[in-house]
């Protein structure tokens, strides 16, 4: 199969594509190398089905060079993205630009190839305060609490148009937090760069007890792979997550027990971290259970290769300087 990826060289996109290209696929990834890291695609970048086109989706000028490298493609996995959604507020055009709108210049260049299928990145986040828990791909439609959850939502209503005007078919799957190798922004590389800093002391941001759902990144992939395969309507929508939850203290104390820390805890208060900040993530997965997956790596499982992966890579500038404003 002849796949192209978006945000190839991201925290999950460049997992995905060394899955791709070991399962014998071709792949063509499309980065603006924004967040995302070249040594990630070392190893693809000397394989022979593997090709790089360093783009920026939002720049008219590039869209004629995507949619060259878009020709022959069968299957689009769009994940470049702001992924960050604690600053929107900050920067409010941005998750419109980065999400919305390179969705719509991505479904664009689709439609002019003639190209058919496309897997999106979204995200647990569209579903806001939801009040039903586990929450399920159905559940009543969302008021929006964040930027960046009101813009995939968005880039998911542009995608199920694009299905239905110009017969095109998608997968959207709405993740949870994803953890392992190669994970450069959230919780756990905030809470690591701060003990990095300072051992004695750990900034929290909220009162601790938000309860949040983890995936890992493998995972994740497997749980894309069984679905693209196995389903097989216009839009097909999947929450992907674990069936279980953990409390951000929770998360703390697995990382200072495996640093062998035991830093001062101080808390920003509150029940959210950020407005925004849904304060309980639990997704229903069982719409992708019943295709047969499940994930193999439990919540601290997922933390503990996340950190180990941190470790190992703490003298490597590029990844630890990253997002420097996360900390
Ligand atoms: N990491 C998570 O926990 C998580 C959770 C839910 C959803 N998602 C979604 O999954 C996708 C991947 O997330 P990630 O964590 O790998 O993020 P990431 O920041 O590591 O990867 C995003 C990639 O997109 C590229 N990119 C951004 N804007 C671009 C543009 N205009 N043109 C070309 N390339 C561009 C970046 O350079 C980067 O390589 C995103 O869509 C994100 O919203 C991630």
């Known amino acids: 199969m002849r796949c192209l990826i978006t945000g190839g060289s991201g925290f999950i ?3 995905l594509v060394d899955r791709l290209l070991s399962l014998g696929h071709q792949v063509v990834v499309v980065d603006n190398f924004s967040t995302g890291i070249r040594s990630f695609l070392k190893n693809a970048c000397s394989h022979p089905n593997f090709r790089l086109l360093e783009a920026d989706i939002l720049d008219p000028p590039s869209l004629a060079k995507i949619q060259n490298a878009m020709e022959g493609t069968e299957v689009v ?5 702001n992924a960050d959604v604690r600053f929107g507020l900050e920067h409010p055009r941005k998750d419109l630009e980065q999400n919305t709108i390179a969705t719509f210049h991505v479904l664009e260049s689709m439609r002019v190839c003639n190209v058919k299928k496309i897997v999106f990145s979204s995200t647990g986040s569209i579903y806001g305060e939801s009040k039903i828990i586990p929450t399920p791909e159905d559940t009543p439609f969302p008021v929006q609490t964040s ?3 009101a813009s995939k939502l968005a880039c998911e209503g542009l995608i199920a148009a694009y299905c239905e005007g110009y017969k095109m078919q998608s997968w959207i799957f709405r993740f949870v937090s994803i953890l392992g190798e190669r ?3 959230g919780h756990i590389f905030d809470f690591y760069k701060q003990l990095l800093k300072n051992h004695d ?3 929290i941001l909220g009162n601790g007890h938000q309860k949040k759902s983890y995936l890992y990144v493998q995972d ?3 749980a894309i792979l069984i679905a693209i395969e196995k389903s097989h309507d216009k839009v097909n929508i999947f929450n992907l997550g674990t069936d279980e939850y953990c409390e951000v203290n929770d998360s703390v104390a697995i990382i200072c027990k495996e640093l062998n820390l035991d830093p001062t805890l101080s808390y920003t208060g509150g029940e959210r971290g950020w407005i925004g900040d849904n304060p309980f993530i639990f997704l229903d997965t ?3 259970s019943s295709l047969g997956w499940k994930p193999k790596f439990s919540i601290k499982d997922s933390v503990l290769k996340t950190l180990r992966y941190l470790k190992a890579n703490q003298d490597n500038q590029d990844i630890l300087t990253m997002r420097q404003q996360d900390t």
């Open 201 to 203: 002391q750990l900034k």
């Open 77 to 81: 996995f769009h994940l470049a993205a």
């Open 286 to 288: 069982k719409k992708i």
């Open 220 to 222: 994740c992939i497997d």
């Open 183 to 185: 994970y450069t922004h």
């Open 147 to 149: 930027l960046y959850g």
């Open 13 to 15: 996109g460049s997992n």
